[in-house]
């Protein structure tokens, strides 16, 4: 394993990490989290709201005699700053349910605006009950923030001087943040990566296109990870594994490390530029059928299959990549059967796509599975 200083901070942080979003059930989850911390993982970044609320539970478990292998982070809710008192009295609670003695660090969970930035940071804001946690002894280590907001409110985060880390989005598809990781870790600051793999897209690009992301006996996840171990300014990159062999293929990236470096990145993201991309009318992300009656999702759903035909691309892997996106398969079947084939949505979409055929597709692919 290749470790870091997460920024300044003194905490040694693996280079590779869990994320414990896309947990598929508590056996794999503790399969998982055994194996990696055999292999050197020692940091998990959990949240209440992962999993129907089983996530940081299953973690828990898996976790509780092996506690001092591991750096457990938890978040705030999601957008949200709290009053100080209310965040020690949250943290403590959530502790005691999980039956942990502290948490190691704790995220404010999606900073997005100014507003909430500088409620974190008031007088009696959740810096503040976080560092009364600390006396407390509930947090170990200190606080950090996720971000999913503008440039100025992640700097002006990283000037606070109050945080250990910043946990941002960004891979070999979505660079735009790649200032602001330079930005923060010139400050002292630790970068931690959120969808290092594009939201599983790159885990699933089989499309020959992708070839050079491919390894000795490993498929793209090899050079999509080797892309971020090559950048000194990311402390680990948080994958979301979903089953054992995932994991397994997540450790050859680390393979001659030597290489990491940045002949590597550039030559990546050269490559990456140069793959082309099929003909055809795709989902813009428009939101215009968005007002489903029936509470289905066309969005989220037609940009999944969006990237599936940009990605992938083979019909075989259309359930994986269902999954990868709508985090089980039982999530990708309830909210597929929320859809009654009214139309609305092919009504509204300025493209018009096939959305009713591309909902019978997925639902017909599950079925066959």
Request: charged letters at 25%.
């Amino acid at each position: 394993m290749i470790y870091h200083e997460l920024g300044t901070s003194g905490i040694r942080i693996s280079s590779l990490a869990f994320g414990a979003m896309r947990w598929q059930n508590e056996a794999d989850c503790r399969a998982i989290m055994e194996r990696g911390m055999d292999a050197g993982l020692n940091y998990v970044d959990t949240s209440t709201g992962y999993v129907g609320g089983q996530s940081q539970v299953w973690v828990a478990n898996a976790i509780r005699e092996r506690r001092d292998d591991i750096l457990f982070s938890t978040k705030t809710g999601y957008g949200q700053a709290h009053k100080a008192k209310e965040f020690v009295a949250s943290l403590a609670a959530r502790l005691k349910k999980l039956r942990l003695d502290h948490a190691d660090m704790v995220q404010v969970w999606g900073i997005e605006t100014m507003a909430t930035l500088e409620a974190a940071l008031a007088k009696d804001g959740t810096v503040a009950g976080a560092r009364q946690a600390q006396k407390d002894g509930l947090v170990r280590h200190g606080i950090g923030f996720t971000f999913h907001g503008p440039p100025e409110v992640f700097k002006a985060a990283v000037d606070s001087g109050e945080f250990l880390s910043a946990t941002v989005s960004y891979s070999l598809l979505n660079r735009e943040a790649e200032p602001l990781l330079a930005y923060a870790a010139e400050r002292g600051v630790g970068i931690l990566i959120m969808n290092p793999l594009a939201g599983g897209m790159l885990a699933l690009a089989e499309r020959q296109d992708y070839a050079f992301l491919r390894g000795p006996d490993s498929g793209p996840v090899y050079g999509s990870l080797r892309f971020l171990l090559a950048n000194p300014n990311i402390s680990a990159a948080l994958v979301g594994y979903r089953v054992p062999a995932e994991l397994d293929e997540s450790l050859r990236a680390l393979d001659t490390p030597d290489d990491l470096a940045e002949p590597l990145r550039r030559d990546l993201i050269k490559r990456i530029e140069g793959v082309a991309r099929p003909d055809g009318r795709f989902c813009t992300g428009c939101g215009y059928c968005k007002e489903c009656p029936e509470g289905f999702k066309p969005p989220k759903f037609m940009k999944t299959m969006r990237d599936f035909a940009l990605y992938a691309g083979d019909e075989e892997r259309l359930v994986p990549w269902l999954i990868s996106r709508y985090e089980t398969r039982q999530t990708v079947a309830d909210a597929l059967a929320r859809c009654v084939e009214c139309g609305k949505c092919e009504d509204v979409c300025p493209q018009k796509l096939p959305i009713i055929s591309e909902i019978r597709r997925a639902k017909a692919a599950l079925d066959a599975k």
